[in-house]
């Protein structure tokens, strides 16, 4: 009974003494130009406040004497200790001081495409990027082809095949037992290298390479048709310079099957290539007719490969490659202005539509970073080169990105970079092998 006696007196007692209403009212200013700063952080104790759009704060205190610290982003803290009184007492002024911020030391450069392969020996040929690694031809001497077939051809002589990683370190090279004019990939990105009449295939064994004679039926017809590959698919196609058309097929490795994913048709040319039957001599026509009977096929098409529409100067072969993006097939048929888009069962899904190819400086070529599926246009005006990135799904265009070095040969991409050779003019360097990131 007394312990409630007690706790009554106390309540009545407590507010008469004034110790709860005690307070702290502020306005926390720019000591620049006195101007409010809005969000400062002022603390008393375990009391935080944050100062209002008119840099104010009140802060409710147990003691006659406060001390305070006010800080905020950019500014000297302040620390002080004020007297605090009733609500209606007039605000404590608190200007804050510019903290000078010191930046590291920074060093701007221009940045500049790094050398991957390099020799004061050895010219860069070509090359190809895969899982494994870089492969570069190099060569040291080279001439042009001058016999049937290999006419106006560069030819190498020779040739050794080093394999790089990712850093340019060298893993493994060798030399290629006859001369080369250049490495490509198989479906499955494996090496190449074409020789004058034949080719090799070329393994990897540690520091050494395999490499296994291929003829050049097996090359031209087993080989080079055949550009990409699926679960249980080759993606190929059936284009040949001297015919303005040409079919994409995909191989069934199960049941042996081929079959068409699509056909690609340069309107324009197809109709002069067809219409040279009407301008053949009757003799002409009749050969025409025969070995049409003969091939399965019709007599304008025979006419067409007869008169031979590729001396034509203007002539250029259709260009529409097929790249893998995801699990997606994208045709980019520049003559219907579409990318035709399959899926992996072959079927359609849409037709986007594209404009880079009207640019004038579009030197009709793209290029597939494999590493990513990501697909990019090229363009080149004078000494200038650069790629620009094409969206399969929407068509739209994204980054640029402008070659360092002018004149640059041989453009791939992988993992986000751009690789190419170049050689400045007129120099004893020889070519050489860079590398540049995309935007």
């Known amino acids: 009974m007394l312990l409630i006696r007690w706790l009554i007196c106390w309540a009545i007692v407590l507010p008469s003494t004034g110790l709860a209403q005690q307070f702290?009212?502020?306005q926390v200013l720019d000591a620049r130009g006195d101007q409010p700063l809005v969000g400062a952080h002022v603390v008393a104790g375990e009391v935080v406040a944050y100062t209002d759009a008119q840099g104010c704060f009140d802060m409710r205190v147990l003691a006659r004497k406060a001390f305070i610290r006010v800080s905020h982003v950019g500014f000297e803290e302040l620390r002080r200790?004020?007297?605090?009184?009733?609500?209606?007492?007039?605000?404590?002024?608190?200007?804050?001081?510019?903290?000078?911020?010191?930046?590291?030391?920074?060093?701007?450069r221009v940045s500049r495409p790094e050398v991957v392969f390099e020799r004061k020996d050895l010219?860069?040929?070509?090359?190809?990027?895969?899982?494994?690694?870089?492969?570069?031809?190099?060569?040291?001497?080279?001439?042009?082809?001058?016999?049937?077939?290999?006419?106006?051809?560069?030819?190498?002589?020779?040739?050794?095949?080093?394999?790089?990683?990712?850093?340019?370190?060298?893993?493994?090279?060798?030399?290629?037992?006859?001369?080369?004019?250049?490495?490509?990939?198989?479906?499955?990105?494996?090496?190449?290298?074409?020789?004058?009449?034949?080719?090799?295939?070329?393994?990897?064994?540690?520091?050494?390479m395999s490499i296994g004679r291929i003829d050049a039926y097996t090359y031209q017809h087993a080989v080079l048709?055949?550009?990409?590959?699926?679960?249980?698919?080759?993606?190929?196609?059936?284009?040949?310079?001297?015919?303005?058309?040409?079919?994409h097929v995909a191989y069934h490795a199960n049941t042996e099957r081929q079959e068409v994913i699509c056909q690609v048709v340069d309107p324009f040319w197809m109709s002069i290539f067809r219409g040279s039957y009407k301008y053949m001599s009757g003799?002409?026509?009749?050969?025409?007719?025969?070995?049409?009977?003969?091939?399965?096929?019709?007599?304008?098409t025979i006419a067409g490969f007869?008169?031979?529409?590729?001396?034509?100067?203007?002539?250029?072969?259709?260009?529409?490659?097929?790249?893998?993006?995801?699990?997606?097939?994208?045709?980019?048929?520049?003559?219907?202005?579409?990318?035709?888009?399959?899926?992996?069962?072959?079927?359609?899904?849409?037709?986007?539509?594209?404009t880079y190819q009207r640019d004038r400086d579009w030197d009709r070529n793209l290029v597939q970073d494999r590493a990513t599926g990501a697909v990019y246009a090229r363009y080149a005006r004078g000494s200038h080169t650069w790629l620009q990135h094409v969206d399969p799904v929407t068509g739209t265009m994204g980054a640029i990105t402008r070659l360092t070095h002018p004149w640059p040969t041989d453009i791939q991409v992988h993992d986000g970079h751009v690789y190419y050779v170049y050689r400045p003019y007129e120099s004893l360097q020889k070519r050489t092998l860079y590398r540049e990131p995309l935007r």
């Not at 003799?283 to 007599?299: I, N, Y």
């Open 283 to 300: 003799r002409s026509k009749v050969l025409a007719m025969d070995l049409a009977m003969e091939h399965g096929t019709d007599p304008e």
């Open 306 to 354: 007869m008169v031979g529409i590729d001396a034509d100067l203007r002539y250029k072969p259709p260009y529409a490659p097929l790249f893998v993006v995801r699990d997606t097939l994208c045709v980019f048929d520049h003559h219907k202005e579409r990318i035709r888009r399959f899926n992996r069962q072959l079927q359609p899904i849409d037709e986007i539509a594209i």
């Open 24 to 26: 702290i009212r502020g």
């Open 225 to 247: 048709p055949w550009t990409d590959s699926l679960p249980g698919l080759l993606l190929g196609n059936t284009w040949t310079y001297e015919y303005p058309a040409f079919e």
């Open 123 to 208: 010219h860069v040929g070509d090359y190809v990027v895969n899982s494994e690694g870089l492969w570069v031809l190099a060569y040291h001497k080279r001439q042009l082809g001058l016999r049937q077939g290999m006419a106006g051809q560069t030819i190498w002589h020779g040739p050794r095949l080093h394999l790089l990683d990712t850093g340019f370190v060298e893993l493994a090279s060798g030399s290629i037992p006859s001369t080369a004019c250049a490495i490509v990939r198989d479906h499955a990105g494996r090496p190449v290298v074409k020789a004058e009449d034949s080719a090799w295939m070329i393994e990897r064994h540690g520091q050494d």
């Open 81 to 108: 200790t004020v007297v605090a009184s009733g609500p209606e007492r007039e605000r404590t002024v608190l200007r804050l001081k510019p903290k000078a911020v010191e930046l590291p030391t920074m060093e701007v």
